[in-house]
């Protein structure tokens, strides 16, 4: 399944003519799975998060440049002043044809502390929340798709657009979220809802996605909402101002140093 990220960045417009007797639950996490994307992208976000306490808004820039084997990927957080600077910088790999995938390489900048932090792609931290989100770093990473199991549950209508109904099951059961299902459109296979359970089996947090359009005939997922049915928190990413296949994303703001630098604009 791709990244979070990669859901905001791009999605082709693909037209699916074969029923759902036809494709597994693997199939159609596959057509998701492989859905084109361009070589850059370039857009700025809005993170809504909100808890008990209230509110708080934070704005983001974010780039990506494919370089075939590895989609390196940048995020900066430009207000609020007390988290402004913060950086997090991943490499993600591509699966190979034997199904293998090197797992990514994460580095979170914290300017306050004027440090370099390797995140680590598996495990207690990768599933902690990603700068007081309800979304985890793991989420904001790739996943390859043969760490899971899939099965085709049916279809169900997602705000009006018809979807296959898959489970997700991990391969390896300690994970925090061991089991999702994910609604994909069929007319388009991409992603309009996700359901994650936790070890009890327990709905832990929905993710809704919406305000998908076509920007230079990539398909763009422009607002995502996770919701924390548990703890009654959620947090809303939503995309302005997208790109695709700018010339000017140089490779040089792909690097911890210019995290540090203050360069990435």
């Known amino acids: 399944m791709k990244k979070i990220l990669s859901l905001i960045f791009t999605f082709a417009f693909v037209v699916a003519a074969i029923s759902a007797q036809n494709l597994s639950g693997y199939d159609i996490v596959k057509k998701n799975d492989d859905l ?15 808890t008990k306490k209230g509110d708080r808004l934070r704005e983001v820039i974010m780039k990506t440049k494919d370089y075939g084997d590895v989609k390196k990927e940048v995020i900066v957080f430009i207000t609020p002043k007390d988290v402004a600077g913060v950086g997090y910088l991943m490499f993600n790999y591509e699966e190979k044809e034997d199904g293998s ?7 979170l900048y914290m300017p306050a502390m004027k440090k370099v932090r390797r995140i680590a792609s598996s495990g207690t931290e990768s599933e902690g929340n990603f700068m007081g989100t309800d979304f985890t770093y793991q989420d904001m990473g790739d996943r390859s798709i043969n760490k899971d199991v899939y099965t085709l549950l ?48 327990q709905l832990h947090r929905i993710l809704t996605t919406s305000g998908i359009k076509e920007i ?16 009654g928190t959620w947090s809303v990413i939503e995309i302005k101002n997208i790109v695709y296949n700018s010339t000017d994303i140089d490779d040089s703001l792909f690097t911890v140093a210019s995290l540090e630098k203050g360069r990435i604009r």
Request: some cysteine; hydrophobic content about 30%; overall charge positive.
């Open 216 to 231: 230079d005939g990539y398909m763009a997922t422009t607002f995502m909402k996770m919701e924390n049915v548990q703890s």
């Open 101 to 107: 995938k090197k797992d990514s390489d994460n580095w």
């Open 154 to 201: 049916g279809e169900e209508a997602v705000d009006g657009v018809d979807c296959y109904k898959v489970e997700c099951v991990s391969k390896t059961k300690t994970e925090k979220n061991p089991r999702r299902i994910v609604y994909i459109a069929k007319k388009d296979f991409v992603l309009r809802k996700a359901e994650y359970f936790d070890r009890q089996n």
């Open 36 to 50: 084109p994307s361009p070589k850059t992208s370039a857009s700025t976000a809005t993170l809504t998060i909100h």
